[in-house]
Every structure is written in structure tokens, then in C-alpha cells.
């Protein structure tokens, strides 16, 4: 089993960045694929980007697609999450999960952190 810890999110200006880490504890973790997930007022949860066990493959959503960069340090048992340019419509719970394999699809995903607030102002 793994258990996931997001962390790093907070207060953000329009066109700013901040970097989300989620920590598991896990000594599988190299094992999983990973993933970020948010889910804003209103809104139900949507995919934001994925990453292969290795690192070797990612995917992301079109509406962060060259913003966001999603990473991992297996050394570390860490996933990361860099967001650029960011803008109020990425206001949420960003979620970090894991999954057998790389997925777009919420239902997949096995473990879920407790989630981070991002809040970016107009």
C-alpha cells in the first residue's frame, strides 16, 4: 500500500507559478504510475497529468498542456507538480494519486493523498 502527502500549494497570482510535491511512503512506489487530479468549485474531478513509473512517459490535460510538468525522483518517493503561467481557472484541490499503470482515468488510481489547496487571483 501507499500512502500519499501532497504539499506546496497556497495563494498565487494570475501568470505565477508554484510547485506541488506529494511524498508516499510506500516502498513500492517506483512500482506505480502517478498522477494529478483536481477538483475546483463546483466542478468534479478531472485529470491533470500522468506520469509512467520511471518517468519515461507523461500525459497531461489540453487545458494545462505546456504549463504544468509533471516529474518524479523515485530515490526521493516523490512526484512533483510545476505550474506556470498559472490562472483562476486552476483554482482547486490538486490530488496526487498512484495507479498500476499510467491512466487518464480517475477510477484507476489506487492511493489519494488528502489534497492541497491552489488558489490563483485575477
Known amino acids: 500500500q501507499v500512502q500519499l502527502v501532497e504539499s506546496g500549494g497556497g495563494l498565487v497570482q494570475s501568470g505565477g507559478s508554484l510547485r506541488l510535491s506529494c511524498a508516499a511512503s510506500g516502498r513500492a512506489f517506483s512500482s506505480y504510475a502517478m498522477g494529478w487530479f483536481r477538483q475546483g468549485p463546483g466542478k468534479e474531478r478531472e485529470f491533470v497529468a500522468g506520469?509512467?513509473?520511471?518517468?519515461?512517459?507523461?500525459n497531461y490535460a489540453d487545458s494545462v498542456k505546456d504549463r504544468f510538468t509533471i516529474s518524479r525522483d523515485n530515490a526521493k518517493n516523490t512526484v512533483y507538480l510545476q505550474m506556470n503561467s498559472l490562472k483562476p481557472e486552476d483554482t482547486a484541490v490538486y490530488y496526487c494519486a498512484a495507479a498500476p499503470t499510467l491512466s487518464r482515468n480517475l477510477a484507476w488510481y489506487k492511493y489519494w493523498g488528502q489534497g492541497t489547496q491552489v488558489t490563483v487571483s485575477s
Open positions: 506520469i509512467s513509473y520511471n518517468g519515461a512517459v507523461t
